[in-house]
């Protein structure tokens, strides 16, 4: 060959020359330098591995989470006995405290019945007499008889002007004998401050 030998192109043909029940398919695999194949396997293995991540991290959430409730259980286990005491010295205190306001209410109650029948009594004019008293919380339904028509206004008048009454009503009056005279049944309601008989109230 002049000029030195020539390179020579050919293309390598292979040819099965097995019968065709013994021949066999070459597989195919192309395909798993597909670019779409590789990026999407890529992604598949982010995820799996970012679903992973996310996994461990709430499983070391979870179990510390764990652990500082069973720490918190053992400190409020070692204050039971304190706890307890407290709750004990509120019980206590909360019945000293019932024991005294019974206390406060009965003092107030004997300060304001003085006070009230005081009242009553001062205002009383000379021919007109109590009967009957009863009372409803802050009301009084007095029941009184009086030889003189002219008294019952007077009481009325006199009750109002005392600091512990705020109000006067007069609900019942009847003409009746009074041993053997003529006279008069009348009831009155009469309201009181409440604050009647505390440090701070009225007198």
Known sequence: MAGGLQKLDFELI??????TEYRQKKADLSWLSDMRVVWSTFA??????????????TVETAN????????????VEKERPFLEEIN????ELKGIEQKKNALRSI??????????????????PPNTWVTS????????????????????????????????????AL????????????????TLNVSFDINLGLETGVR
């Not at 019942?172 to 008069?184: L, R, V």
């Open 107 to 124: 003092q107030v109650s004997r300060k304001r019945w003085v006070v009230l029948f005081d009242n009553l009594s001062t205002a009383l």
């Open 133 to 168: 008293i009863t009372q409803n919380e802050g009301l009084l339904n007095i029941s009184c008889s009086t030889w003189s028509f002219s008294e019952i206004a007077l009481y009325m008048l006199k009750l109002e002007q005392k600091e512990s009454i705020t109000s006067v």
């Open 88 to 91: 004990k010295l509120e019980r």
């Open 64 to 75: 510390e989470l764990k652990r500082e409730i069973a720490q918190t259980k053992e400190e």
């Open 14 to 19: 292979e040819i099965n020359m097995l019968p």
């Open 171 to 186: 609900t019942n009056i009847n003409a009746s004998k009074i041993n053997g005279e003529d006279g008069y049944n009348f």
């Open 44 to 57: 598949v293995i982010c995820v799996a591995l970012i679903l992973l991540l996310l996994h461990h991290h």
